[in-house]
Protein backbone atom coordinates (compact mmCIF):
# COMPACT_ATOMS: atom_id res chain seq x y z
CA UNK A 1 0.00 0.00 0.00
CA UNK A 2 1.25 3.01 -1.01
CA UNK A 3 2.08 5.71 1.55
CA UNK A 4 2.72 8.95 1.64
CA UNK A 5 4.95 10.43 4.77
CA UNK A 6 4.70 7.47 6.62
CA UNK A 7 0.54 8.10 6.13
CA UNK A 8 -1.51 5.61 4.23
CA UNK A 9 -4.89 7.04 3.10
CA UNK A 10 -8.33 6.08 4.14
CA UNK A 11 -10.24 6.13 1.30
CA UNK A 12 -10.01 4.03 -1.78
CA UNK A 13 -9.33 5.42 -5.34
CA UNK A 14 -13.44 5.06 -5.95
CA UNK A 15 -14.37 6.40 -2.59
CA UNK A 16 -12.68 9.80 -3.53
CA UNK A 17 -14.14 9.57 -7.06
CA UNK A 18 -17.46 9.55 -5.42
CA UNK A 19 -16.40 12.42 -3.37
CA UNK A 20 -14.66 14.62 -5.39
CA UNK A 21 -16.89 14.34 -8.56
CA UNK A 22 -20.65 13.42 -7.35
CA UNK A 23 -20.42 14.82 -3.73
CA UNK A 24 -18.62 18.17 -4.81
CA UNK A 25 -19.85 21.40 -5.87
CA UNK A 26 -17.84 23.74 -7.55
CA UNK A 27 -17.33 27.48 -6.04
CA UNK A 28 -16.27 29.45 -9.46
CA UNK A 29 -14.62 32.94 -8.21
CA UNK A 30 -14.01 35.82 -10.99
CA UNK A 31 -12.14 35.24 -14.33
CA UNK A 32 -9.15 37.22 -15.64
CA UNK A 33 -11.92 38.04 -18.69
CA UNK A 34 -14.67 39.44 -16.43
CA UNK A 35 -15.99 43.03 -17.11
CA UNK A 36 -15.51 44.04 -13.55
CA UNK A 37 -11.72 43.05 -14.24
CA UNK A 38 -11.19 44.29 -17.04
CA UNK A 39 -12.87 47.97 -16.46
CA UNK A 40 -9.99 47.88 -13.56
CA UNK A 41 -7.40 50.67 -13.99
CA UNK A 42 -3.78 49.19 -14.72
CA UNK A 43 -2.36 50.55 -11.57
CA UNK A 44 -5.45 48.17 -10.07
CA UNK A 45 -4.88 44.95 -11.61
CA UNK A 46 -1.58 45.53 -11.27
CA UNK A 47 -2.06 45.81 -6.98
CA UNK A 48 -4.10 42.82 -7.58
CA UNK A 49 -1.90 40.33 -8.76
CA UNK A 50 -0.05 41.05 -5.62
CA UNK A 51 -2.63 40.86 -3.19
CA UNK A 52 -3.53 37.31 -4.44
CA UNK A 53 0.15 36.55 -3.77
CA UNK A 54 -0.15 37.43 -0.48
CA UNK A 55 -3.34 35.97 0.29
CA UNK A 56 -1.75 32.46 -1.30
CA UNK A 57 1.44 32.84 1.13
CA UNK A 58 -1.28 33.65 3.80
CA UNK A 59 -2.51 30.14 3.21
CA UNK A 60 0.75 28.30 4.31
CA UNK A 61 0.22 30.42 7.76
CA UNK A 62 -3.29 29.07 7.89
CA UNK A 63 -2.20 25.21 7.23
CA UNK A 64 0.44 25.70 9.86
CA UNK A 65 -2.28 26.65 12.32
CA UNK A 66 -4.62 23.92 11.73
CA UNK A 67 -2.69 21.34 11.81
CA UNK A 68 0.96 20.33 12.25
CA UNK A 69 0.63 17.68 9.35
CA UNK A 70 -0.62 19.20 6.74
CA UNK A 71 2.52 21.23 4.67
CA UNK A 72 4.19 18.43 4.23
CA UNK A 73 1.16 16.34 3.39
CA UNK A 74 0.25 18.22 1.06
CA UNK A 75 3.76 18.44 -0.43
CA UNK A 76 3.39 14.76 -0.33
CA UNK A 77 0.36 14.43 -2.53
CA UNK A 78 1.48 17.42 -4.93
CA UNK A 79 4.64 15.04 -5.72
CA UNK A 80 3.18 12.05 -5.99
CA UNK A 81 0.25 14.09 -7.92
CA UNK A 82 2.40 15.47 -10.54
CA UNK A 83 4.25 12.18 -10.95
CA UNK A 84 0.49 10.62 -12.23
CA UNK A 85 -0.73 8.99 -8.77
CA UNK A 86 -3.90 8.77 -9.23
CA UNK A 87 -4.62 8.20 -5.71
CA UNK A 88 -2.52 10.99 -4.68
CA UNK A 89 -4.47 13.44 -7.49
CA UNK A 90 -7.96 12.51 -5.72
CA UNK A 91 -6.98 13.15 -2.57
CA UNK A 92 -5.18 15.89 -3.07
CA UNK A 93 -8.36 17.74 -4.39
CA UNK A 94 -10.06 16.58 -1.33
CA UNK A 95 -7.31 17.92 0.98
CA UNK A 96 -7.72 21.43 -0.88
CA UNK A 97 -11.41 21.73 -0.29
CA UNK A 98 -10.86 20.85 3.42
CA UNK A 99 -7.62 22.86 3.13
CA UNK A 100 -6.05 20.16 5.80
CA UNK A 101 -6.15 17.01 6.06
CA UNK A 102 -8.89 16.54 7.88
CA UNK A 103 -12.17 18.28 8.90
CA UNK A 104 -16.39 18.17 9.27
CA UNK A 105 -18.44 17.80 6.28
CA UNK A 106 -21.28 19.28 7.60
CA UNK A 107 -22.87 15.42 6.91
CA UNK A 108 -20.98 12.71 8.70
CA UNK A 109 -20.85 12.98 12.34
CA UNK A 110 -17.23 12.50 12.24
CA UNK A 111 -14.39 14.55 11.08
CA UNK A 112 -12.62 13.36 7.35
CA UNK A 113 -9.85 12.12 8.14
CA UNK A 114 -7.80 11.73 4.89
CA UNK A 115 -5.00 9.57 6.05
CA UNK A 116 -5.33 6.80 8.54
CA UNK A 117 -3.94 7.75 12.23
CA UNK A 118 -4.30 11.35 11.21
CA UNK A 119 -6.80 13.76 13.09
CA UNK A 120 -6.72 17.33 13.87
CA UNK A 121 -6.74 18.07 17.95
CA UNK A 122 -9.26 19.91 19.92
CA UNK A 123 -6.63 22.68 20.32
CA UNK A 124 -5.68 22.45 16.37
CA UNK A 125 -1.77 23.45 16.54
CA UNK A 126 -2.42 26.26 18.51
CA UNK A 127 -1.24 24.12 20.72
CA UNK A 128 0.77 20.66 21.33
CA UNK A 129 -0.86 18.18 19.74
CA UNK A 130 -0.72 15.98 22.51
CA UNK A 131 -1.82 18.49 25.16
CA UNK A 132 -4.95 17.36 26.69
CA UNK A 133 -7.34 19.49 28.55
CA UNK A 134 -7.23 18.08 31.70
CA UNK A 135 -3.60 18.63 31.24
CA UNK A 136 -3.98 22.49 29.82
CA UNK A 137 -5.64 23.46 33.05
CA UNK A 138 -3.60 21.46 35.55
CA UNK A 139 -0.45 23.43 33.96
CA UNK A 140 -2.21 26.58 34.03
CA UNK A 141 -3.08 26.20 37.67
CA UNK A 142 0.38 25.53 37.89
CA UNK A 143 1.41 28.38 36.30
CA UNK A 144 -0.54 30.89 38.69
CA UNK A 145 0.85 29.09 41.50
CA UNK A 146 3.78 30.08 40.18
CA UNK A 147 2.83 33.64 39.67
CA UNK A 148 3.27 33.50 35.48
CA UNK A 149 0.65 36.14 35.33
CA UNK A 150 2.01 37.61 32.22
CA UNK A 151 2.83 34.19 30.55
CA UNK A 152 -0.71 33.19 30.96
CA UNK A 153 -2.01 36.42 29.49
CA UNK A 154 -0.22 35.96 26.27
CA UNK A 155 -1.22 31.90 26.47
CA UNK A 156 -4.79 33.02 26.63
CA UNK A 157 -4.98 35.33 24.17
CA UNK A 158 -5.81 35.51 20.61
CA UNK A 159 -2.97 36.12 18.76
CA UNK A 160 -0.12 33.40 20.04
CA UNK A 161 0.86 29.96 19.26
CA UNK A 162 1.69 27.76 22.09
CA UNK A 163 4.40 25.11 23.08
CA UNK A 164 5.74 23.46 25.73
CA UNK A 165 8.44 24.71 27.69
CA UNK A 166 9.68 22.33 29.85
CA UNK A 167 6.94 21.07 32.41
CA UNK A 168 5.02 24.91 31.38
CA UNK A 169 3.51 26.36 28.20
CA UNK A 170 5.09 29.33 26.77
CA UNK A 171 3.70 31.71 24.16
CA UNK A 172 5.12 33.16 20.68
CA UNK A 173 3.45 35.90 19.06
CA UNK A 174 2.13 35.56 15.39
CA UNK A 175 4.66 37.91 13.62
CA UNK A 176 7.38 35.65 15.71
CA UNK A 177 6.08 31.77 15.52
CA UNK A 178 5.20 33.44 11.14
CA UNK A 179 7.96 35.61 10.62
CA UNK A 180 9.10 34.91 7.40
CA UNK A 181 5.33 34.28 5.72
CA UNK A 182 4.47 37.54 7.19
CA UNK A 183 7.06 39.17 5.95
CA UNK A 184 6.80 37.88 2.67
CA UNK A 185 3.16 39.26 2.77
CA UNK A 186 3.93 42.43 4.04
CA UNK A 187 6.81 43.36 1.03
CA UNK A 188 3.44 42.17 -1.75
CA UNK A 189 1.05 44.25 0.26
CA UNK A 190 3.58 47.12 0.02
CA UNK A 191 4.09 46.58 -3.55
CA UNK A 192 0.58 46.59 -4.06
CA UNK A 193 0.27 49.45 -1.89
CA UNK A 194 2.77 51.44 -4.54
CA UNK A 195 0.58 50.23 -7.83
CA UNK A 196 -3.41 50.98 -6.60
CA UNK A 197 -5.13 54.08 -7.42
CA UNK A 198 -6.95 54.89 -4.60
CA UNK A 199 -5.54 56.79 -1.11
CA UNK A 200 -7.65 55.26 1.00
CA UNK A 201 -6.47 51.42 -0.12
CA UNK A 202 -3.26 52.52 -0.22
CA UNK A 203 -2.80 53.88 3.44
CA UNK A 204 -4.59 50.55 4.50
CA UNK A 205 -2.09 48.12 2.72
CA UNK A 206 0.69 49.96 4.07
CA UNK A 207 -0.65 49.80 7.76
CA UNK A 208 -1.46 46.09 7.45
CA UNK A 209 1.98 45.33 5.66
CA UNK A 210 3.37 47.06 9.13
CA UNK A 211 0.70 44.79 11.57
CA UNK A 212 2.35 41.57 9.98
CA UNK A 213 5.86 42.88 11.03
CA UNK A 214 5.36 44.10 14.55
CA UNK A 215 4.44 41.99 17.74
CA UNK A 216 2.31 45.22 18.53
CA UNK A 217 -1.65 44.58 18.86
CA UNK A 218 -1.70 48.70 17.94
CA UNK A 219 -0.71 48.23 14.90
CA UNK A 220 -3.48 45.65 14.17
CA UNK A 221 -5.73 48.20 15.66
CA UNK A 222 -4.57 50.70 13.35
CA UNK A 223 -4.81 48.44 10.61
CA UNK A 224 -8.32 47.43 11.56
CA UNK A 225 -9.33 51.01 11.58
CA UNK A 226 -8.16 51.74 8.07
CA UNK A 227 -9.51 49.12 6.44
CA UNK A 228 -13.17 49.85 8.06
CA UNK A 229 -13.15 53.35 6.89
CA UNK A 230 -12.51 52.49 3.28
CA UNK A 231 -16.25 52.55 1.40
CA UNK A 232 -15.77 53.85 -2.20
CA UNK A 233 -12.35 51.60 -3.15
CA UNK A 234 -12.36 49.64 -6.30
CA UNK A 235 -10.66 46.71 -4.76
CA UNK A 236 -10.94 44.59 -1.34
CA UNK A 237 -8.23 42.71 0.21
CA UNK A 238 -8.96 41.72 4.08
CA UNK A 239 -6.85 39.73 6.29
CA UNK A 240 -9.46 37.68 8.62
CA UNK A 241 -8.88 37.11 12.22
CA UNK A 242 -11.89 35.10 13.72
CA UNK A 243 -11.55 33.08 16.48
CA UNK A 244 -14.33 29.81 15.88
CA UNK A 245 -11.95 26.93 15.45
CA UNK A 246 -10.15 27.24 18.53
CA UNK A 247 -11.80 24.61 20.86
CA UNK A 248 -9.57 25.05 23.44
CA UNK A 249 -8.86 28.09 25.00
CA UNK A 250 -12.58 28.77 26.46
CA UNK A 251 -12.21 25.74 28.54
CA UNK A 252 -10.49 27.29 31.33
CA UNK A 253 -13.89 29.16 31.37
CA UNK A 254 -15.76 26.29 32.00
CA UNK A 255 -13.13 25.08 34.96
CA UNK A 256 -14.56 26.27 38.24
CA UNK A 257 -11.30 27.05 39.92
CA UNK A 258 -9.75 28.74 36.97
CA UNK A 259 -12.31 30.71 36.09
CA UNK A 260 -12.02 32.17 39.63
CA UNK A 261 -8.58 32.84 39.10
CA UNK A 262 -8.87 34.46 35.95
CA UNK A 263 -11.68 36.55 37.21
CA UNK A 264 -9.11 37.70 39.66
CA UNK A 265 -6.21 38.53 37.72
CA UNK A 266 -8.66 40.33 35.26
CA UNK A 267 -7.39 38.47 32.48
CA UNK A 268 -9.57 38.12 29.20
CA UNK A 269 -10.07 35.03 27.69
CA UNK A 270 -10.19 34.84 23.85
CA UNK A 271 -9.88 31.31 21.54
CA UNK A 272 -7.11 31.93 18.80
CA UNK A 273 -7.73 33.63 15.51
CA UNK A 274 -7.58 31.36 12.66
CA UNK A 275 -5.67 33.20 9.70
CA UNK A 276 -7.64 34.43 6.23
CA UNK A 277 -7.16 36.34 3.61
CA UNK A 278 -9.35 37.40 0.46
CA UNK A 279 -8.77 39.73 -2.39
CA UNK A 280 -11.17 40.73 -5.09
CA UNK A 281 -13.43 43.99 -6.55
CA UNK A 282 -15.71 45.86 -5.14
CA UNK A 283 -19.73 45.46 -6.71
CA UNK A 284 -21.14 49.01 -6.94
CA UNK A 285 -24.32 47.87 -7.94
CA UNK A 286 -24.13 45.31 -5.25
CA UNK A 287 -22.81 47.56 -2.43
CA UNK A 288 -25.86 49.90 -2.90
CA UNK A 289 -28.18 47.75 -1.77
CA UNK A 290 -26.18 46.96 1.36
CA UNK A 291 -25.93 50.62 2.04
CA UNK A 292 -29.72 51.25 2.52
CA UNK A 293 -30.30 48.47 4.93
CA UNK A 294 -27.48 50.43 6.91
CA UNK A 295 -29.44 53.19 7.46
CA UNK A 296 -31.40 51.48 9.75
CA UNK A 297 -29.16 50.61 12.38
CA UNK A 298 -29.58 53.50 14.44
CA UNK A 299 -33.44 52.34 15.02
CA UNK A 300 -32.80 48.43 15.44
CA UNK A 301 -30.67 49.46 17.86
CA UNK A 302 -33.59 50.65 20.34
CA UNK A 303 -35.44 47.58 19.85
CA UNK A 304 -32.84 45.08 20.79
CA UNK A 305 -34.15 43.32 24.10
CA UNK A 306 -32.50 44.68 27.63
CA UNK A 307 -31.19 47.56 26.03
CA UNK A 308 -31.35 49.42 29.52
CA UNK A 309 -28.34 46.87 30.88
CA UNK A 310 -25.73 47.11 28.13
CA UNK A 311 -24.62 49.98 26.56
CA UNK A 312 -24.86 49.28 22.80
CA UNK A 313 -22.11 49.00 20.08
CA UNK A 314 -24.57 51.02 17.41
CA UNK A 315 -25.36 54.32 18.92
CA UNK A 316 -28.91 55.58 18.15
CA UNK A 317 -28.39 59.04 18.09
CA UNK A 318 -24.95 58.52 16.43
CA UNK A 319 -23.26 57.91 12.89
CA UNK A 320 -22.64 54.64 12.45
CA UNK A 321 -19.20 53.91 11.97
CA UNK A 322 -19.55 50.72 9.41
CA UNK A 323 -18.80 50.58 5.85
CA UNK A 324 -20.13 47.73 3.77
CA UNK A 325 -19.23 46.36 0.16
CA UNK A 326 -20.15 43.48 -1.91
CA UNK A 327 -17.21 42.01 -3.69
CA UNK A 328 -16.65 39.85 -6.75
CA UNK A 329 -14.06 37.25 -5.03
CA UNK A 330 -10.94 36.61 -7.35
CA UNK A 331 -9.06 34.79 -4.29
CA UNK A 332 -9.85 33.02 -1.04
CA UNK A 333 -7.27 31.54 1.60
CA UNK A 334 -6.49 30.24 4.58
CA UNK A 335 -9.75 30.30 7.01
CA UNK A 336 -11.48 31.13 3.75
CA UNK A 337 -10.83 28.52 2.05
CA UNK A 338 -11.12 25.83 4.65
CA UNK A 339 -14.66 24.69 3.11
CA UNK A 340 -15.67 21.72 6.06
CA UNK A 341 -19.21 21.99 5.74
CA UNK A 342 -19.80 25.21 4.06
CA UNK A 343 -18.47 28.80 2.77
CA UNK A 344 -18.26 31.52 4.34
CA UNK A 345 -21.18 34.34 2.17
CA UNK A 346 -20.48 37.43 4.38
CA UNK A 347 -18.66 39.03 7.48
CA UNK A 348 -18.67 41.62 10.05
CA UNK A 349 -15.29 42.91 11.14
CA UNK A 350 -13.00 43.69 13.02
CA UNK A 351 -15.06 41.47 15.78
CA UNK A 352 -15.67 42.73 19.19
CA UNK A 353 -12.90 41.34 21.10
CA UNK A 354 -9.77 43.02 18.63
CA UNK A 355 -8.40 46.44 20.18
CA UNK A 356 -9.73 48.27 17.35
CA UNK A 357 -13.55 48.41 18.15
CA UNK A 358 -12.52 48.28 22.08
CA UNK A 359 -10.81 52.06 21.36
CA UNK A 360 -13.40 53.22 19.16
CA UNK A 361 -13.28 52.07 15.67
CA UNK A 362 -15.46 50.75 13.06
CA UNK A 363 -16.62 47.70 11.39
CA UNK A 364 -16.57 46.53 7.72
CA UNK A 365 -18.71 44.20 6.08
CA UNK A 366 -17.74 42.36 3.40
CA UNK A 367 -20.19 40.32 1.38
CA UNK A 368 -19.21 37.02 -1.00
CA UNK A 369 -21.10 37.23 -4.63
CA UNK A 370 -19.35 34.31 -5.79
CA UNK A 371 -19.87 32.04 -2.79
CA UNK A 372 -24.07 33.02 -2.81
CA UNK A 373 -24.51 32.83 -6.97
CA UNK A 374 -23.29 29.00 -6.70
CA UNK A 375 -25.95 26.80 -6.44
CA UNK A 376 -27.67 23.63 -8.11
CA UNK A 377 -31.30 24.34 -9.00
CA UNK A 378 -31.90 20.91 -10.22
CA UNK A 379 -31.03 19.58 -6.80
CA UNK A 380 -33.49 22.59 -5.46
CA UNK A 381 -36.16 22.01 -7.14
CA UNK A 382 -36.30 18.39 -6.11
CA UNK A 383 -35.73 19.68 -2.33
CA UNK A 384 -38.89 22.09 -2.82
CA UNK A 385 -40.98 19.29 -4.10
CA UNK A 386 -39.69 16.86 -1.28
CA UNK A 387 -40.04 19.36 1.54
CA UNK A 388 -42.26 22.25 0.96
CA UNK A 389 -46.18 22.81 0.35
CA UNK A 390 -46.56 23.74 -3.18
CA UNK A 391 -48.45 27.09 -2.45
CA UNK A 392 -45.25 28.20 -0.97
CA UNK A 393 -42.90 27.38 -3.57
CA UNK A 394 -43.47 30.53 -4.63
CA UNK A 395 -41.41 32.66 -2.02
CA UNK A 396 -38.30 30.47 -2.40
CA UNK A 397 -35.86 32.39 -4.06
CA UNK A 398 -31.78 32.50 -3.34
CA UNK A 399 -31.57 36.26 -3.39
CA UNK A 400 -33.73 36.19 -0.57
CA UNK A 401 -30.93 34.60 1.30
CA UNK A 402 -28.93 37.59 -0.03
CA UNK A 403 -30.81 39.69 2.60
CA UNK A 404 -31.03 37.41 5.64
CA UNK A 405 -27.55 37.62 5.48
CA UNK A 406 -27.21 41.31 5.46
CA UNK A 407 -29.93 41.22 8.53
CA UNK A 408 -26.87 38.66 10.17
CA UNK A 409 -24.09 40.45 9.59
CA UNK A 410 -25.73 43.92 10.91
CA UNK A 411 -27.08 41.97 14.04
CA UNK A 412 -23.61 41.01 15.09
CA UNK A 413 -23.05 45.07 15.54
CA UNK A 414 -26.14 45.16 17.61
CA UNK A 415 -25.99 44.26 21.36
CA UNK A 416 -23.82 43.45 24.20
CA UNK A 417 -20.05 43.89 23.99
CA UNK A 418 -17.03 41.57 23.74
CA UNK A 419 -16.75 41.19 27.54
CA UNK A 420 -20.10 39.79 27.33
CA UNK A 421 -20.03 37.92 24.16
CA UNK A 422 -16.77 35.57 25.19
CA UNK A 423 -18.33 34.86 28.52
CA UNK A 424 -20.64 32.05 27.44
CA UNK A 425 -17.00 29.97 26.66
CA UNK A 426 -16.88 27.00 24.43
CA UNK A 427 -20.57 27.75 23.33
CA UNK A 428 -19.30 31.69 22.69
CA UNK A 429 -19.82 30.91 19.43
CA UNK A 430 -22.83 29.36 19.20
CA UNK A 431 -24.59 32.00 21.12
CA UNK A 432 -23.41 35.47 19.51
CA UNK A 433 -23.79 33.58 15.69
CA UNK A 434 -27.54 32.61 17.39
CA UNK A 435 -28.00 36.36 18.37
CA UNK A 436 -26.95 37.60 14.47
CA UNK A 437 -29.80 34.88 13.07
CA UNK A 438 -32.53 36.26 15.33
CA UNK A 439 -31.59 39.93 14.88
CA UNK A 440 -31.97 39.63 11.06
CA UNK A 441 -35.42 37.70 11.48
CA UNK A 442 -36.87 39.74 14.34
CA UNK A 443 -36.37 42.87 12.50
CA UNK A 444 -37.06 41.95 9.20
CA UNK A 445 -40.72 43.82 9.11
CA UNK A 446 -39.11 46.75 9.80
CA UNK A 447 -37.17 47.01 6.30
CA UNK A 448 -40.68 46.56 5.14
CA UNK A 449 -41.68 49.28 6.99
CA UNK A 450 -38.61 51.48 5.51
CA UNK A 451 -39.73 50.56 1.84
CA UNK A 452 -36.22 48.71 1.41
CA UNK A 453 -37.85 45.38 0.73
CA UNK A 454 -41.51 44.88 -0.19
CA UNK A 455 -43.91 42.72 1.76
CA UNK A 456 -43.62 39.68 -0.57
CA UNK A 457 -39.71 39.51 -0.07
CA UNK A 458 -40.47 39.29 3.43
CA UNK A 459 -42.19 36.15 2.57
CA UNK A 460 -39.51 34.90 0.65
CA UNK A 461 -36.89 36.01 3.59
CA UNK A 462 -38.56 33.73 6.05
CA UNK A 463 -39.59 31.05 3.37
CA UNK A 464 -35.90 30.65 2.19
CA UNK A 465 -34.76 31.03 5.69
CA UNK A 466 -36.47 28.37 7.08
CA UNK A 467 -35.50 26.37 4.29
CA UNK A 468 -32.46 26.61 5.08
CA UNK A 469 -32.69 25.32 8.27
CA UNK A 470 -33.25 21.92 7.36
CA UNK A 471 -30.59 19.62 8.11
CA UNK A 472 -28.89 17.10 6.58
CA UNK A 473 -26.77 15.38 9.53
CA UNK A 474 -27.28 16.15 13.49
CA UNK A 475 -24.88 18.91 14.22
CA UNK A 476 -21.44 17.99 16.42
CA UNK A 477 -21.27 20.25 19.53
CA UNK A 478 -19.47 22.85 19.96
CA UNK A 479 -17.77 22.21 16.41
CA UNK A 480 -20.66 23.03 13.64
CA UNK A 481 -21.89 26.12 15.17
CA UNK A 482 -23.99 27.30 12.25
CA UNK A 483 -26.20 23.86 12.55
CA UNK A 484 -25.96 23.80 15.87
CA UNK A 485 -28.12 27.44 16.21
CA UNK A 486 -30.06 25.89 12.69
CA UNK A 487 -31.23 22.85 15.02
CA UNK A 488 -32.25 25.80 17.72
CA UNK A 489 -34.01 28.14 15.49
CA UNK A 490 -35.71 25.37 13.64
CA UNK A 491 -37.36 23.59 17.06
CA UNK A 492 -37.95 26.98 18.14
CA UNK A 493 -39.95 27.97 15.12
CA UNK A 494 -41.63 24.35 15.58
CA UNK A 495 -42.99 24.87 19.02
CA UNK A 496 -44.37 28.24 18.31
CA UNK A 497 -46.27 26.92 14.83
CA UNK A 498 -44.56 29.25 12.79
CA UNK A 499 -43.54 26.27 10.80
CA UNK A 500 -46.21 22.93 10.64
CA UNK A 501 -46.17 19.89 8.65
CA UNK A 502 -48.92 17.79 7.09
CA UNK A 503 -49.61 13.99 6.54
CA UNK A 504 -47.34 14.20 3.59
CA UNK A 505 -44.95 15.97 6.16
CA UNK A 506 -44.83 18.98 3.95
CA UNK A 507 -43.75 22.12 5.44
CA UNK A 508 -46.22 25.03 5.66
CA UNK A 509 -45.58 28.73 7.12
CA UNK A 510 -47.98 30.75 9.30
CA UNK A 511 -45.55 33.94 8.51
CA UNK A 512 -47.26 35.80 11.26
CA UNK A 513 -45.63 33.85 14.04
CA UNK A 514 -42.02 33.76 12.21
CA UNK A 515 -40.56 36.95 13.39
CA UNK A 516 -42.28 36.97 17.30
CA UNK A 517 -40.36 33.72 17.44
CA UNK A 518 -37.31 34.21 16.70
CA UNK A 519 -37.65 37.32 19.08
CA UNK A 520 -37.99 35.15 21.47
CA UNK A 521 -34.88 34.02 21.10
CA UNK A 522 -32.86 36.96 20.51
CA UNK A 523 -34.27 37.62 23.93
CA UNK A 524 -32.93 34.25 25.67
CA UNK A 525 -29.43 34.59 23.99
CA UNK A 526 -29.10 38.34 24.68
CA UNK A 527 -29.74 37.44 28.71
CA UNK A 528 -27.00 34.78 28.07
CA UNK A 529 -24.33 37.05 27.34
CA UNK A 530 -25.26 39.29 30.26
CA UNK A 531 -25.19 36.16 32.60
CA UNK A 532 -21.74 35.50 31.67
CA UNK A 533 -22.66 32.02 32.31
CA UNK A 534 -21.15 29.47 30.23
CA UNK A 535 -23.40 26.83 32.69
CA UNK A 536 -26.63 28.82 31.44
CA UNK A 537 -25.49 28.90 27.71
CA UNK A 538 -24.81 24.80 27.98
CA UNK A 539 -28.60 24.21 29.23
CA UNK A 540 -30.12 26.41 26.80
CA UNK A 541 -28.18 24.83 24.03
CA UNK A 542 -29.61 21.42 25.30
CA UNK A 543 -32.83 22.24 26.03
CA UNK A 544 -33.13 23.30 22.40
CA UNK A 545 -31.66 20.48 20.53
CA UNK A 546 -33.63 17.64 20.25
CA UNK A 547 -33.43 15.76 17.56
CA UNK A 548 -36.52 13.28 17.26
CA UNK A 549 -37.77 11.19 14.17
CA UNK A 550 -39.07 13.84 12.56
CA UNK A 551 -35.44 15.05 12.01
CA UNK A 552 -34.80 12.18 11.24
CA UNK A 553 -37.02 11.65 8.64
CA UNK A 554 -35.60 15.34 6.96
CA UNK A 555 -31.57 14.04 7.29
CA UNK A 556 -32.79 10.61 5.71
CA UNK A 557 -34.77 12.39 2.62
CA UNK A 558 -31.79 14.96 2.38
CA UNK A 559 -29.23 11.31 1.88
CA UNK A 560 -32.12 9.92 -0.72
CA UNK A 561 -31.83 13.68 -3.37
CA UNK A 562 -28.32 13.03 -3.19
CA UNK A 563 -25.78 15.08 -0.86
CA UNK A 564 -23.08 17.60 -1.71
CA UNK A 565 -20.58 17.28 1.25
CA UNK A 566 -17.88 19.53 -0.43
CA UNK A 567 -16.81 22.18 -1.96
CA UNK A 568 -14.46 22.99 -5.04
CA UNK A 569 -13.10 26.53 -5.34
CA UNK A 570 -12.17 27.49 -8.58
CA UNK A 571 -9.80 30.49 -9.19
CA UNK A 572 -7.93 31.89 -11.85
CA UNK A 573 -5.61 34.34 -10.35
Avoid at 87 to 101: D, E, Q, R, T, Y
Avoid at 118 to 144: V, W
Avoid at 281 to 298: S, Y
Amino acid sequence: MTTYNGYELNYSIEELKKMTTEEMTDVTLLPEDATAYKALEEGDKKALKHLVAAAKILNNVALKQDNPHNLAQKEALTTAAHAGDEHAILALKLFNSLNGVSGLNGIDPEPINIFKNLTTPKGKNFYPADLSEQEFHNILLQMFKDNQIEEIKKILSARTMVVRDGTKLKAIDYTEYFKDEFSEMANELEVAAHYCTNALFKEYLSWQAQALLQNNEDMDMLADKHWAMMQDTPLEFTLSRENYDDEMTSTVLENPELATLIKQHNIEVIAKDMLGARAGIVNKQGTKLLLEFKDTMPKLCKMMPYTDKYEQNIKADSEVKQTMVDVDLVCLSGDYAQCRGGMTLAQNLPNNDKLAIKTGGGRRNVYHRQVRQSKDDERTKKMLDAFLAPEFHQYYNPEADHIFVIGHENGHSLGPSSEYQNSPGICKSIIEENKADTVSISFMPEYVKQNIITAEQLKEVYTTWIFRLLLRAKPVFPTETYKIIDLIEFNTLLKHGAITFDENKLIHIDFDKVSPAAYEILTKVIDIQLSKSPEKARRYITENTSWTELHEYIAATHKKLGLKKYKNIVSFF
